[in-house]
């Protein structure tokens, strides 16, 4: 079949499954479960493909599910992956398919990428003869917490099992119009690490200061001097982001010193060699600014997922081949993101390319992700499924 048929044919048989796909992101978006605990939502998906006659392994690195496809001919062996964890927010959105779980909610969009691979593997099974190679479809659990599912995954055997050989993800994005797909050569998300810091001084009445060591002060100057590892010490062509987002005195109040203050933050980069520089500069500062007050603090780096990086060369043939799909007016560049992916660990094994896909109805106001009235336009199920299927099966 020649290519521009095929593309038709993939066109057509989404199309013809576009209710069942809204039907799947409605149920998972209904019922959503957070990172780990996802064992009815891999239910779910297991009976789903089951249905289709789609042979798959279950219990992967936790609740993850690996769909395995079989086409005609040679070809490479692709992963195609989605994320299917939910996240600890309340829903506000007044719609038939609200979430059934108090304070959990398909905030980050994980709901429409697990049904857009389902869409994917029903199509792509059907029309098997026409492509070659295998299709490894996995709905992997956790990318919203670390350590992360995609490397429980990897860990569990997946990479040594399957081979794949080349992979691609996507995630919705709220500020494209539906229809539309982005994509960004290089670095596209960067590395997430969490700060933990405790600065321990000696609590006392506010009134006899003189007898106390007062952590706040001194938490207040790490706070402050830290900003200074990205003015001051990190290259300026590397994009650095060192953020404090809490902190918590032990034991204070309106008269009362505290003994203890901890902050927690997060470090992130585009950089493995710098980011290791810069949890030694930040331990450092940290430990000194407490000593010269006489103070202590205790430094704790969760070291979290690595920077995601597009392969350059798969990047631009699959903008090639979504603008074959969609025509070239639908598919735009973007920048990178200081966000971070646990799909960054699949580029780590083997070309990798991580793709936009947009879900705004045009001219609608945009509800950005991990907020409570988040939503799509479910049209955009249309496009995602449609560009996992035909970006799986062309040549790299």
């Known amino acids: 079949m020649q290519q521009q048929s095929l593309s038709a044919t993939i066109k057509s048989e989404t199309d013809k499954i576009f209710s069942k796909i809204v039907e799947f992101r409605r149920h998972l978006h209904m019922n959503p479960e957070l990172s780990f605990e996802e064992k009815e939502t891999s239910a779910f998906i297991s009976s789903i493909l089951t249905e289709h006659n789609i042979a798959h392994d279950t219990g992967v690195g936790g609740f993850g599910i690996v769909a395995k496809l079989e086409g005609s001919g040679s070809g490479p062996n692709v992963l195609l992956r989605a994320d299917m ?26 709901d429409v990428h697990t049904s857009c691979l389902l869409g994917t593997v029903i199509v792509l099974n059907k029309l098997n003869k026409y492509w070659g190679g295998k299709i490894i479809g996995i709905f992997q659990p ?62 006392g009445h506010a009134a006899l200061i003189r007898d106390c060591i007062d952590p706040v002060p001194v938490a207040a100057e790490i706070i402050s001097n830290i900003q200074h590892l990205v003015s001051r010490k990190a290259d300026p062509f590397i994009p650095t982001v060192v953020s404090i987002g809490s902190v918590q005195t032990i034991g204070g109040s309106f008269n009362i010193i505290p003994s203890e203050v901890k902050l927690s933050g997060t470090i992130r980069t585009f950089d493995e060699e710098w980011r290791a520089e810069l949890h030694e500069f930040l331990e450092k500062i940290c430990k000194q600014i407490a000593i010269a007050h006489g103070a202590a603090c205790e430094v704790y780096i969760h070291k979290g997922y690595p920077a995601l990086f597009n392969n350059p060369e798969l990047t631009a043939k699959a903008r090639k081949y979504a603008e074959e799909l969609l025509g070239s007016e639908n598919v735009v560049d973007i920048g990178p993101r ?11 094994h083997m070309p990798a390319c991580f793709f936009r896909l947009g879900t705004r109805t045009p001219g609608k106001k945009i509800t950005p992700i991990h907020s409570p009235d988040f939503d799509i336009d479910e049209h955009a199920l249309i496009t995602g499924s449609m560009a996992m299927s035909w970006l799986a099966i062309n040549k790299y």
Request: one cysteine or more; proline letters at 6%.
């Open 338 to 348: 200081m966000t971070a992916e646990d799909f960054a660990y699949f580029g780590k």
């Open 85 to 110: 964890d939910a996240l600890p927010i309340q829903e506000i959105n007044e719609v038939d398919y609200k979430s059934k779980k108090t304070g959990v909610m398909h905030a980050c969009g994980h």
């Open 142 to 203: 956790a990318e919203e917490k670390t350590p992360g599912g995609a490397l429980a995954m990897i860990q569990d055997g997946l990479l040594e099992k399957y081979k794949p050989e080349i992979a691609f993800g996507q995630h919705v994005h709220p500020p494209l119009d539906v229809g539309k797909l982005a994509f960004v050569e290089g670095p596209s998300m960067a590395s997430s690490d969490e700060i933990h810091l405790t600065v321990k001084g000696r609590g």
